[in-house]
């Protein structure tokens, strides 16, 4: 496929349990965001890598949240013993630069996160 | 799929008409102010961009104005289509780093036939 692919579309979760949350980047992309959104809100930005460097997560709320991309290609976000707080939708995006010029990020459907 | 946008400000038009919308922004260190598109139950599509450094920038159908004496981007939709009713966000990245998103606040274009 040519665009970013997310899985899986829909999680639902009880209280306490670990998610993980796939993206399949646009290949040859270097740039790889998360986001997450919460309904009727814009996404905030959660983590950023170029390639399979981590070089920003400013954005994970907790250290329940773990991302990573080991091979510089396929992500996963990983939450750990969930609380509704983290009921959102999960939005990648890919980019083929870090350039700021570069600012068309290719965004994947989502995953929608519901925590019971 | 979900609905983005159940508690943003919604701007209804007429098919045909054209529409404005409006963003304010608070960081004046912004490189680049873009604007995304996003339906329901997909992620945000780019539209648009402009560099700080200009103030209007025209692509196919759609007009960005940036501001930045009172902090205000605008995107402006010509000739509406029921195709154009989605969730809107502008976006900016702050200079001096990499090419990361901070979005603004969404409005919700209902195009009505």
């Known amino acids: 496929g040519a665009g970013v692919s997310q899985s899986p579309r829909y999680k639902v979760a009880k209280r306490g349990q670990d998610v993980a949350l796939r993206c399949d980047p646009i290949s040859g992309h270097v740039s790889l965001f998360w986001y997450q959104q919460a309904l009727g809100q814009g996404p905030e930005f959660l983590t950023y890598?170029?390639?399979?460097?981590?070089?920003?997560k400013s954005g994970l709320p907790s250290d329940r949240f773990f991302a990573e991309r080991p091979e510089g290609s396929v992500s996963t976000l990983k939450i750990q013993r969930t609380q509704q707080e983290d009921s959102a939708v999960y939005l990648c995006?890919?980019?083929?630069?870090?350039?700021?010029?570069?600012?068309?990020?290719?965004f994947g459907p989502g995953t929608r996160l519901t925590v019971l | 799929g979900e609905s983005v946008g159940l508690h943003l400000p919604t701007l209804s038009v007429q098919e045909g008409d054209n529409s404005i919308i409006n963003c304010a922004y608070s960081n004046s260190a912004s490189d680049y102010f873009i604007w995304y598109k996003q339906e329901s139950g997909k992620g945000p599509q780019f539209i648009i961009d402009?560099?700080?450094?200009?103030d209007k920038r025209q692509g196919q159908r759609v007009t960005v104005l940036l501001n930045k004496t009172v902090k205000h981007l605008s995107l402006q939709i010509a000739a509406t289509q029921p195709g154009d009713s989605a969730v809107y966000f502008c976006a900016e990245i702050i200079s001096g780093g990499y090419n990361k998103l901070i979005f603004g606040a969404g409005t919700r274009l209902a195009v009505h036939p």
């Open positions: 995006a890919s980019s083929r630069t870090r350039e700021p010029s570069d600012n068309e990020q290719f």
């Open positions: 890598f170029q390639n399979e460097a981590q070089l920003d």
């Open positions: 402009i560099r700080s450094n200009m």
